[in-house]
């Protein structure tokens, strides 16, 4: 719609009623000195190049789409061991000699972030790094989860998982939480002190006024306008939830598959991009309870950083926490803003706090992440014996 509106905007510069922001009022103005230059906004010259540009840049965000629809890449990666299931939730076994460790992701993303292909893949590097990774697969919310709080996913099924893994591979253990996941973790970690040993925060948002604070309120707004419908559905679409991430970064979109356009299909890098778009894509739907607490009560009314998040009728305080913890704070989020993690990384005692110089994703999949996230995550965990 950018693109397309372009040509309408030409009068209106010519004019000068376009209420531009003041970091832009300059540029502006070399634009309206050359509209004058070439005959004026409804001189031929100017429209016509205007138009060629809205068509050329069109064009090149169709071709990365259609390239992407059409590449080949599926992602073939095979399941480690399943230990344990409930429902829709597996948890998973990428063996390993060393500490164990729970993962925990987001409930509205794929799990399999953390573990994308052989080449970007977390848990399998941290395999072969001293440490022994399982990993809460969250799956698909059927009938008995559409019924469920985030009390029955932390204080019941979490609490579920964390014993099977006690019993498979013994305790206590380390917890490492990314995203929404760290939350969850958090929570964790207050209610079963004796059985988790430490707390690793990914990117875990706290205080949502940090940061973009209009994220929030836009975020939270989508409660007047689907919320009528949770009852009907049960469940918060995925397609949703993607327009509310997608109002962090409107023209990210048209970025990212305007330069895939320019890629050698048969490139890592193209492969590397495909891969990434599809787990994007592969959202998991929110159960409604869990939409109202997340959208309205985290976004809306910031909960957690008010101390009005509840687990099982318990505040969730992490000033509380007395495990050492780790927090991987991504300078370069735009989707939990640093403000936000940085937060949560505060208020627990002690807290080991990096930031490295990643965005959200990046921090798990990216190339220089192996370097800024995994390897000083690995030495935490294994020195975690020395503490």
């Not at 009938?143 to 006690?166: I, K, N």
């Not at 997608?246 to 990210?252: C, G, N, T």
């Not at 991504?330 to 490295?356: F, H, M, Q, W, Y």
């Amino acid at each position: 719609m950018v693109l397309l509106t372009s040509p309408g905007g030409l009068p209106f510069l010519k004019g000068g009623s376009l209420p531009w922001k003041p970091p832009l009022r300059g540029r502006a103005a070399e634009i309206g000195h050359l509209v004058d230059s070439v005959g004026g906004a409804t001189g031929k010259g100017f429209s016509r190049a205007v138009d060629h540009e809205m068509r050329r840049r069109l064009d090149l965000f169709f071709t990365g789409v259609e390239r992407y629809r059409r590449h080949p890449y599926r992602r073939d990666l095979a399941d480690p061991p399943v230990l344990w299931t409930e429902g829709g939730t597996r948890l998973l076994d990428f063996g390993g000699e060393g500490r164990p460790v729970l993962f925990v992701p987001s409930l509205v993303n794929r799990a399999y972030i953390l573990d994308l292909s052989a080449k970007r893949s977390l848990l399998r590097w941290l395999a072969t790094e001293g440490v022994r990774p399982l990993l809460v697969d969250w799956g698909m919310p059927g009938a008995l989860e559409r019924r469920y709080t985030l009390t029955d996913y932390v204080a019941g099924r979490l609490d579920r998982a964390l014993d099977a893994a006690l019993d498979a591979v013994g305790g206590p253990m380390a917890t490492v939480g990314y995203c929404m996941g760290g939350m969850l973790a958090t929570s964790l970690a207050l209610r079963r002190r004796r059985d988790i040993s430490a707390l690793c925060l990914m990117a875990t948002p706290w205080d949502f006024s940090g940061g973009e604070a209009g994220n929030a309120k836009a975020a939270s707004a989508l409660m007047s306008v689907f919320g009528p419908a949770l009852d009907v559905w049960g469940e918060m679409p995925v397609d949703a939830l993607q327009s509310m991430f997608a109002q962090v970064d409107p023209l990210l979109a048209l970025r990212k598959f305007s330069q895939f356009g320019r890629l050698e299909a048969t490139s890592s890098h193209a492969a590397n991009f495909v891969a990434l778009e599809d787990w994007l894509n592969d959202g998991i739907p929110l159960v409604a309870a869990v939409a109202r607490d997340c959208i309205a009560g985290w976004y809306g009314r910031n909960d957690p950083m008010q101390g009005r998040w509840l687990i099982a009728g318990q505040p969730v305080e992490p000033q509380n926490i007395r495990q050492p913890t780790l927090a991987m704070v991504p300078a370069n989020d735009k989707i939990v803003p640093p403000a936000s993690a940085l937060a949560l990384a505060r208020l627990v005692p002690g807290a080991e706090i990096k930031t490295p110089s990643l965005g959200h994703i990046g921090m798990v999949v990216s190339a220089g992440a192996q370097t800024a996230v995994w390897q000083p995550m690995a030495a935490w965990l294994r020195g975690l014996g020395e503490r």
